[in-house]
């Protein structure tokens, strides 16, 4: 082979190497323009679940009843809640009370052995009396319940806390909910923010049965009244469910929400963003108690 032919040979080589440099080139150009647009939807969706945080810290803000109920704008807000668009993005809020709920924290072991009853918990001796010991302040366990002995012989070990619950999530730790599907059923009736005391506008039945000194038909009672209209003051509520049952049950309830969690997706394409956030109400004043990203 002469010069000629070894030369026509290393110039289609180089050719060759130069078209594949290229070729990774815009591979790699067109990899980072997909991570750019990719970070760029992220921020966009990020910010407009935000966008319908504060959209619902408003609506709440503008709320001056001395009541609150499942029909007012501060839970049903069509024209802003759901899917909200704007410029290829848009945000889904959903809005819950939490004094809808019943407060772990401040329950009595009677009240939180109705709920598991209401919501059809196996094994609530057990899960009940575990709960008592993870949140008292003492060593002495319940009957059936566990203290510090037992989760120290676990592997990793824990300490039994002692102390009031942060968040419902923390129940994962407490003996009886090594099944995770055990919190599921009962997470959307309890929480660790409200003052304690259950909305009997926004409560569900399950909620409204562990109301110490209720019966069924005082339950049911409610249920039916406020289908057509909220409880707005207590000689309404006594109206409905006489003197003597208010007086057993008047400790326990209130017309009025104080604690209230904000849940925002926001969109667009396939990213989506969500931002989780607790917000106590008093007077003039939005406090933010709990925020979460996902």
Known sequence: MNNRGVSLIIVLWVLVILAGICSSGIYISR???????YQIDELKAFGFAKAGIESAIVCLYNDKNTYDAVNERWKEKP?????FKLGGVM???VVEDEESKLNINTASKGMIE???NAVGVNNKHEIVD???DWKDSDSNPNPYGKENDYYQSL???RSCKNKPFDTIEELLLVKGFEDKNVLKEIENFITTYSIGRININTAQYEVLKTIPG????????????????????????KSVIGDNVYSKINGF???KSYNFRIKSRGRTGEISKTVEVIIEKEYDSMNLRYWREM
């Open 214 to 237: 209720i019966e069924e038909s005082v339950v049911q009672k409610i249920i039916q009244y406020r289908r057509d209209m909220p409880f707005k003051s207590i000689d309404q509520l």
């Open 31 to 37: 990899l980072e323009i997909k991570k750019a647009k």
């Open 79 to 83: 024209d802003m809640y759901t899917d």
């Open 253 to 255: 309830i209130t017309l």
């Open 114 to 116: 109705i709920l598991l």
């Open 155 to 157: 592997i990793p070990p």
């Open 130 to 132: 575990s709960i008592l």
């Open 91 to 93: 945000y889904s809020v």
